[in-house]
T-cell receptor, first 116, second 114 residues
Framework: GAVVSQHPSWVICKSGTSVKIECRSLDFQATTMFWYRQFPKQSLMLMATSNEGSKATYEQGVEKDKFLINHASLTLSTLTVTSAHPEDSSFYIC????????????FGPGTRLTVL | AQSVAQPEDQVNVAEGNPLTVKCTYSVSGNPYLFWYVQYPNRGLQFLLKYITGDNLVKGSYGFEAEFNKSQTSFHLKKPSALVSDSALYFCAVRRASGTYKYIFGTGTRLKVLA
């Protein structure tokens, strides 16, 4: 149980294009999902908290117009990197909060984004 | 402010020996504490957590951690290390009430030598 998937696992795109990353909780409902960014050999940086049916809450310094988050259902959140640039290249990881199990976050396998 | 410290960037241990990965935290109120493991180019896998109750928590793959309130620590341990335990380990904390957000430590790379 408590499986979270991400799609795609990796993506290469040209500068200026937009990329959508999906995060799904496969066997539980998640009213809250989180999006993280991880740079090489560094810890996870929380970008935003995604709330089902309402607007996401962004961390300080994260551009909400650049990183669009939609949490349309209890099992799906999407992160769209708009007008991507090489500096957006990173490993993006989502997590989903399972409310039934004492607030444990379960993480997806991550998406490697490379912007050329 | 909440914070998590993992003082060692890397820990080396011989296979079969006990291992310890250190974590200390700072949080207002009661903490929820977590350990996750990350293999290369993968997401984080949940190992164990402390919410309340017994200070010694047992988790996946033979790992355990001890919550020490007076020392504000939550060190990860395993009696006998395996080569396959080699990975990046993250400690995380959140407050028992309020925000659901985790604060992660910087990670400790564990290398188990055959």
């Amino acid at each position: 149980g408590a499986v979270v998937s991400q799609h795609p696992s990796w993506v290469i795109c040209k500068s200026g294009t937009s990329v959508k990353i999906e995060c799904r909780s496969l066997d539980f409902q998640a009213t809250t999902m989180f999006w993280y960014r991880q740079f090489p050999k560094q810890s996870l940086m929380l970008m935003a908290t995604s709330n089902e049916g309402s607007k996401a809450t962004y961390e300080q310094g994260v551009e909400k117009d650049k990183f669009l988050i939609n949490h349309a259902s209890l099992t799906l959140s999407t992160l769209t990197v708009t007008s991507a640039h090489p500096e957006d290249s990173s490993f993006y990881i989502c997590s989903a909060r399972e409310e039934e199990v004492k607030d444990t976050q379960y993480f997806g396998p991550g998406t490697r984004l490379t912007v050329l | 402010a909440q914070s998590v410290a993992q003082p060692e960037d890397q820990v080396n241990v011989a296979e079969g020996n006990p291992l310890t990965v250190k974590c200390t935290y700072s949080v207002s109120g009661n903490p929820y504490l977590f350990w996750y493991v990350q293999y290369p180019n993968r997401g984080l896998q949940f190992l164990l957590k402390y919410i309340t109750g017994d200070n010694l928590v047992k988790g996946s793959y033979g790992f355990e951690a001890e919550f020490n309130k007076s020392q504000t620590s939550f060190h990860l341990k395993k009696p006998s290390a395996l080569v396959s335990d080699s990975a990046l380990y993250f400690c995380a904390v959140r407050r028992a009430s309020g925000t659901y957000k985790y604060i992660f430590g910087t990670g400790t790379r564990l290398k188990v030598l055959a």
